[in-house]
């Protein structure tokens, strides 16, 4: 039976707690609920909510979906306690409705752990059992919020990165043409109107990380989409990646150059190897 939001809002929160005893029961009390119908919508609920004295509650919940996700959505049918752990079908695909929006509305450290779990779900949903994920996520490349921007092209990157290393087959070529189709041309939009967008931004290191962040999300993109054979779009658009891509290689700003970390990559290393 699933637990009443409040009931569950305070389990989540024992789970944290200090005390073996306290946490281990608190532990028992949500693997005994999270195969009821319901359960998975409400910690939604809870990770959504904007109380500002949820937010370890928040962070707990977001966690305890993520593991959820990881071992019930698609469980090893020959384990033998799979079904304690097996997420409702009554519930997958209002999750999978709500989850990009929501992943697009909470902190940062929360937000990485929703990003996460839309990944577990598309190794397996996507994109046969998933249709609506990838317009969900281009949907948002214009959004003004950076932090939303970077989220979505952050679980992009780690959805394309199966496109790697994997034996060629019909079945990964219709994958990669059905997202190449969806993809390819706002991508190439996006990244070209980032890096004109680098010298205005020269003095504003905050506006300027976030696209740096970006830029660095939609080269290993791109990386992905190309590994297997060069896409015709992207062949008969090279200009505007490759104009992009020499920007990048000679770029230098002073402001981001931090001379007490000088062993460690900084943010315009990391997009130059990406």
């Known amino acids: 039976m699933a637990l009443p939001v409040d009931q569950l809002r305070q389990v989540l929160s024992q789970s944290l707690s200090p005390d073996v005893t306290t946490r281990q029961n608190a532990e028992r009390a949500l693997l005994a609920s999270q195969t009821s119908p319901g359960h998975a919508l409400t910690v939604l609920r809870l990770i959504s909510s904007n109380d500002a004295a949820d937010g370890p509650v928040r962070q707990s919940a977001a966690v305890h979906f993520k593991n959820m996700v990881k071992k019930g959505w698609a469980p090893d049918p020959d384990d033998a306690d799979a079904?304690?752990?097996?997420?409702?079908?009554?519930?997958?695909?209002?999750?999978?409705?709500?989850?990009?929006?929501?992943?697009?509305?909470?902190?940062?450290?929360?937000?990485?752990?929703?990003s996460e779990s839309i990944s577990l779900i598309a190794s397996h949903d996507f994109p046969q059992k998933w249709d609506n994920l990838l317009p969900d996520l281009i949907s948002r490349f214009g959004n003004p919020n950076w932090a939303v921007v970077n989220g979505?092209?952050?679980?992009?990157?780690?959805?394309?990165?199966?496109?790697?290393?994997?034996?060629?087959?019909?079945?990964?070529?219709?994958?990669?043409?059905?997202?190449?189709?969806?993809?390819?041309?706002?991508?190439?939009?996006?990244?070209t109107t980032i890096t004109q967008q680098?010298?205005?931004?020269?003095?504003?290191?905050?506006?300027?990380?976030?696209?740096?962040?970006?830029?660095?999300?939609?080269?290993?993109?791109?990386?992905?989409?190309?590994?297997?054979?060069?896409?015709?779009?992207?062949?008969?658009?090279?200009?505007?990646?490759?104009?992009?891509?020499?920007?990048?290689?000679?770029?230098?700003?002073?402001?981001?150059?931090?001379?007490?970390?000088?062993?460690?990559?900084?943010?315009?290393?990391?997009?130059?190897?990406?």
Not at 91 to 99: G, H, Q, V
């Open 83 to 114: 079904k304690k752990f097996l997420v409702p079908t009554s519930d997958r695909d209002m999750i999978k409705n709500n989850l990009v929006e929501l992943m697009c509305t909470v902190p940062p450290q929360i937000q990485a752990q929703c």
């Open 152 to 191: 979505v092209l952050l679980t992009a990157n780690s959805l394309f990165k199966r496109f790697r290393y994997v034996q060629r087959s019909d079945a990964l070529y219709a994958d990669i043409l059905y997202v190449l189709q969806r993809i390819q041309e706002p991508l190439t939009q996006l990244f």
């Open 198 to 274: 680098l010298d205005g931004y020269a003095n504003n290191i905050q506006e300027l990380t976030a696209r740096l962040e970006a830029l660095r999300s939609i080269n290993r993109i791109f990386y992905s989409l190309n590994y297997q054979d060069l896409p015709e779009y992207f062949e008969d658009h090279m200009k505007e990646w490759m104009m992009g891509f020499a920007k990048l290689l000679e770029y230098k700003n002073p402001i981001l150059v931090d001379e007490d970390e000088e062993l460690t990559p900084g943010t315009i290393d990391n997009v130059q190897v990406s």
